[in-house]
């Protein structure tokens, strides 16, 4: 679809467009989840052990989660990474305030991050460490507080060290996700005009002004074409002197095709994000509880062999399986690009099938113990408050009935999504024989989707 067709909502919204250039709206967010986290990790530290009855867990694992990864992220991409409590303490400092824009420098050591780190291989391997003790983190409070106190922690330094959001656009293991999945989000902030851009001398939304800060995200959104790296800060919407950024509706998916910017790292994310999907699924709801166990760290050398099998399944397994399913079409559809090339441009297939998977997933598991946040609300600590009325309340499933239909139908939107890059991919790389590189992947999809399904409906 052409740009000039997409919607442009800060034109048809001019009163969103005045909120989204306040200076003070999005640090009022931020401190509103900076307390949530707080609470968080002090309900973790000092509050009850059991799982279920504090609001660390419950309200981190279950209501954000289910917020971040069934709305936020499908319908508005990087918009919780905009009111993200973990970078604020950091970037406050080095701002030397929260709303006013502080003339000079930012103050850090001005670091350089390393060229060889500008990518997403630290998120991946993050998002692997959590992923392999998530057992463990999910269900024990004070585990969970460190964690989240750890990120902030290392936010801070990060900040106090290399200058803009280092943390987010290179560590964050959250964020190297949402980063991956914003490309199917439905919104996009782009710039109206890059000729416009282009045209411009002092680029205020890279080097800052008096209205706001150069892009903390280290982007340029006079030639921004994905959502993978833009956190939604607003920044480039204050300092813009032309009104030439703007945010849009547009295609879903639609970052999925721009080809010229495919990365390996970035296909690794899928591999990563579709596999802990489907590993998860197998170790929470399949039937085998000494898996489970191995995973909860019942027994060291059982936990290894676990976590050694987790990375091997994330690393090796799933993408060897892809590498020689591209091989395949590669040889059916008589494609001459190179393989590694091929390998990576179809990987991005498995992003809505990822995607779909950790929606479907998130569903069962915020369905049936979503009703605890009710009563935690409460009484954050477990220690017998009742601040709402509604300690009380009990535990009770939501919509059990539904559940399974919505897990069959998010899976089956996201695997004929999946197979429509493919052949898309397919047409751009061999035009004449689309299909025959397209049918081994979609057999490949479909195999995952089926195990899937048979986790979730037995």
Known sequence: MAADTRVDVLRRLP????????????PALMLLTLFVFTLAILTGWFGTPAGSRNFGIVFVWIVWWALLIVILVPFFGRLWCMICPIPAPGEWLQRRGIIRRAPGKLRSLHRRWDRRLKNMWLQNFGFLTIATFSAIILTRPNISAWVLFGFIVLAIVLSLIFDNRVFCRYVCPVGGFIGLY?????IELRARD???????????????????????????????????????CMECLKTCPKDNITIRVRPVGADLLVMKEHRLDEAYKAFIMLACALLYSVVLLGPWGWLKDAANMESLPAWAAYAAAFWGINLLVLPGMFGGVTIIARFAAKQTAPLRQL??????????????????????FVFANGSYALSV???????GWNLFGTAELSWTPILPGAVNLLQMGVLTGGLLFGINVIHRVAAHHSPGRALHATLPFAGLLTTLTLVFLWLYLG
């Open 15 to 26: 009163l969103l467009a005045r909120l989204l250039k306040s200076r003070a709206f999005q």
């Open 343 to 364: 390998f990576i441009d179809y990987a991005y297939a498995l992003v809505p099938l990822g995607l779909a998977a950790w929606i479907a997933f998130s569903l069962g």
């Open 194 to 232: 890059c000729a416009a851009c282009k045209a411009h001398r002092t680029k205020d939304c890279v080097t800052g002004s008096a209205a706001g800060y150069g892009c903390p995200w280290m982007v340029y959104p006079g030639n921004l074409q994905r959502n993978t790296y833009c956190g939604l």
């Open 182 to 186: 914003a490309m199917m989000a439905p």
């Open 377 to 383: 609300i409460s009484d954050p600590f477990g220690w």
